[in-house]
């Protein structure tokens, strides 16, 4: 099982990134997806996930209209899209698949890609 997060950069404050995550080795469409951040010193917070046919969709508060979720299960690929990026948003970005619902907590995900740094400056 690999989950490849890639796309992760730096930026300056309201710019836009578009994060992958490239997965292989399970039934991707069989999972819910989700991603991830830890900033320095932080604990690992939800930021949003996605259901195994994409209409449910729940987001973290400090990303909702910002940041959007979506996949590709022919590509076995889920992304981040992020907008208006702010200062605050500067981690590591993973992406993690679940057999269960998309969910917020970590504890329910079952694979676990590799993060990918995201710097905003201000």
């Known amino acids: 099982v690999q989950l490849q997060a890639s796309g992760g950069g730096l930026v300056q404050a309201g710019a836009s990134l578009r994060l992958s995550c490239a997965a292989s080795g399970f039934i991707f469409s069989s999972y819910a997806l989700g991603w991830f951040r830890q900033a320095p010193g932080k604990e690992r917070e939800f930021v949003a996930a996605?259901?195994?046919?994409?209409?449910?969709?729940p987001y973290a508060d400090s990303v909702k209209g910002r940041f959007t979720i979506s996949r590709e299960n022919p590509k076995n690929t889920v992304y981040l899209q992020m907008h208006s990026l702010k200062p605050e948003d500067t981690a590591v970005y993973y992406c993690?698949?679940?057999?269960?619902?998309?969910?917020?907590?970590?504890?329910?995900?079952?694979?676990w890609g590799q993060g990918t740094l995201v710097t905003v400056s201000s």
């Open positions: 993690a698949a679940s057999r269960w619902a998309p969910t917020s907590s970590p504890r329910e995900y079952d694979y």
């Open positions: 996605i259901s195994r046919s994409g209409d449910w969709r």
